[in-house]
């Protein structure tokens, strides 16, 4: 009987140690496609976003902005940390012109960090997640933001798809 009680208090334990609770993942934006969006959590997340923007010649600015958000409890003595992610992206421009990219990665309240690419040639490449670190112990809301713009005189056009990144929880100092 002792023995049972004890392997009981071990697994309860082992369970409980990072316990973030992760809430209900939303979504929002301008000209963001609108995507099924599974729940958000420990591990490796893909967001199957797909984000496709054609710029006529006649048009000088075309953008899109998606805007995740994701509240997570955490326990005293732990905190988050972004270890990886990013999106694959393809830029085509017929005559000229220029586009940007940016990711950003927080958890609102904390350092906030963004990685920018500036385009001025047709290209395929990769933007990457910054990593980040939430505050220990406190109870947080990750935030990732995607944000795309061509621009010029010319047409052009601009795809993304499947966000990744990877998440994972810390015991504190």
Same mark, same amino acid.
């Given at each position: @009987?002792? &023995?049972? !009680?004890v392997l009981m208090f071990s697994v309860f334990f082992a369970n409980s140690v990072f316990a973030a609770e992760f809430? !209900? #993942?939303t979504m929002g934006g301008?000209?963001?496609p609108k995507v099924e969006v599974a729940q958000i959590g420990l591990g490796n997340n893909v /967001?199957? /976003?797909k984000i496709d923007i054609e710029k006529p010649g006649e048009q000088d600015l075309a953008r899109v902005a998606c805007n995740l958000r994701v509240p997570v409890k955490? !326990? &005293?003595?732990?905190m988050l940390k972004i270890v990886s992610g990013g999106a694959d992206y393809k830029v085509e421009f017929d005559k000229g012109g220029s586009a940007s990219v940016s990711l950003y990665a927080g958890f609102g309240g904390k350092k906030e960090t963004t990685s920018q690419a500036s385009?001025?040639?047709s290209n395929s490449s #990769?933007?990457?997640?910054? &990593?980040?670190?939430?505050? *220990?112990?406190?109870?947080? @809301?990750?935030?990732i933001n995607f944000d795309a713009s061509i621009s010029g005189k010319f047409k052009s056009s601009f795809k993304a798809q499947n966000l990744k990144f990877e998440?994972? #929880?810390?015991? *504190?100092n």
């Open positions: @009987m002792i &023995k049972f !009680k809430g !209900k #993942t301008f000209g963001c /967001l199957p /976003l955490l !326990k &005293k003595d732990e385009i001025v040639e #990769t933007i990457h997640i910054p &990593k980040n670190e939430s505050g *220990c112990g406190k109870d947080v @809301m990750l935030r998440i994972k #929880t810390i015991k *504190c």
